[in-house]
């Protein structure tokens, strides 16, 4: 277990000598049948464990050490399981919490395949949600009622990116012996270590920052102690697995996530600065600047802001909105974000319990790792054709 600061950790986690023999980056182990010399030895790999080979779907040494490493970055976390995407992974997270008859109280900003969840599934069985306001923070106590088990944040918000305020909500989840679950996919536990913050259950798409490089789809979930064994038999019973070969690019992207994420983080101020000071522009929602809904909460609980925001236009509408997107020569048009590349899409917030007025229509960007005097550029030209005020 790496005890060290927050880098030091990303280097150290999950490189435990006994699942790899020393091997610096654990192999790719591609396994389903796993043999036995005795039915001793069978039976004494059951029930499943980490660090015991039992059948290819209770992990290898590939995926236990992702586990290990996840866990380690969430300081107060004791077990990560993996699934085959984020969304695979906030599933398996909620089905973990709720039953029949209990009420979710979702974010009014959460990620649309997360509301379509709560509105199918979890609504054929039994479980109904009610969507709260981003900023709702300690008022969220009024909104708890008999049946509610459990408040699900995401911080910032998908496309408007409200940032929430966690230790409030989470002291009112306590009092009130709620679970909290949170989709840290932005911050990533490198800027925001949401256990350590109060919150039960931290979700990622290990899609994004983790993988880093748009060529995996992974997903992760980190809790504290007392969830542990349920989650582990949620996963297991929904026969959940994700491949080796994704798990060790997890893996490998994991090591050099502080370096991607600072400067994803410098070069993403750089251009929501400029693009915050052109006429085409009404607002730039970033976490880091001022004009963000829940900015102070920001700068109170992380370390750090990733390269994904949001742009507010000035006026306009959907065809000029088209017209930007297209001119663009260096975003990719293209959904997830994440990786090293710059990318753009149009963003259409869907709100049912919170009104939201923008000046115009919005567009979310993820800004990369190329110079960013080269994505400015692009930009200015891409904005040229809007039309302005
Ligand atoms: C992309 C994303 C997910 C889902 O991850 P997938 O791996 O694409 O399924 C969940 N939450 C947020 C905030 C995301 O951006």
């Not at 906030?90 to 709720?98: F, G, I, M, Y």
Request: hydrophobic share 40%; glycine share 10%; aromatic share 8%.
């Amino acid at each position: 277990m790496s005890e060290g600061k927050p880098d030091t950790r990303l280097v150290e986690a999950g490189r435990r000598p006994e699942y790899t023999n020393g091997i610096v980056n654990p192999p790719v182990y591609r396994a389903s049948t796993i043999l036995f010399d005795s039915v001793e030895a069978m039976e004494a790999a059951n029930p499943p464990r980490d660090g015991t080979l039992h059948y290819g779907r209770s992990g290898t040494p590939t995926t236990w050490a992702l586990c290990d490493a996840l866990t380690e970055l969430e300081p107060g976390a004791s077990m990560t399981r993996i699934f085959p995407s984020g969304s695979a992974a906030v599933a398996a997270a909620l089905l973990t919490v709720l039953e029949a008859g209990d009420e979710l109280l979702m974010v009014d900003s959460a990620y649309g395949p997360t509301r379509a969840l709560c509105e199918s599934v979890l609504k054929r069985f039994g479980v109904s949600t009610r969507y709260y306001d981003p900023m709702i923070g300690a008022g969220i106590a009024d909104l708890v009622g008999e049946r509610t088990r459990a408040i699900f944040l995401e911080s910032p918000g998908t496309y408007t990116f409200e940032v929430q305020d966690v230790p409030a909500i989470c002291a009112v989840a306590r009092e009130r012996g709620l679970v909290t679950l949170i989709d840290n996919t932005w911050a990533t536990p490198f800027f925001f270590p949401a256990i350590a913050a109060g919150v039960d259950i931290s979700i990622l798409a290990c899609t994004k920052y983790i993988g880093g490089h748009a060529d995996v789809m992974l997903g992760s979930v980190t809790v504290k102690s007392d969830l542990a064994a349920r989650l582990d038999q949620t996963r297991r019973v929904l026969g959940q697995t994700a491949g080796p070969d994704d798990a060790w690019l997890a893996l490998r992207g994991l090591r050099t996530l502080a370096l991607r994420l600072r400067q994803h983080q410098e070069n993403g101020l750089r251009v929501a600065r400029w693009l915050r000071e052109q006429p085409q522009v009404a607002r730039v929602l970033h976490p880091a600047l001022d004009e963000c809904p829940g900015h102070e909460f920001w700068a109170r609980d992380f370390t750090g802001a990733s390269g994904l925001f949001s742009v507010v236009l000035k006026g306009g509408g959907a065809a000029a909105r088209v017209t930007l997107i297209d001119a663009l020569k260096r975003f990719g048009l293209g959904y997830s974000w994440g990786g090293y590349e710059s990318l753009v899409v149009p963003a259409d917030p869907v709100r049912t319990a919170t009104r939201t007025e923008y000046e115009g229509p919005i567009i979310r960007l993820h800004i990369g790792l190329e110079d960013p005097d080269d994505l400015i550029d692009d930009l200015s030209a891409g904005l040229a054709s809007y039309p302005s005020g």
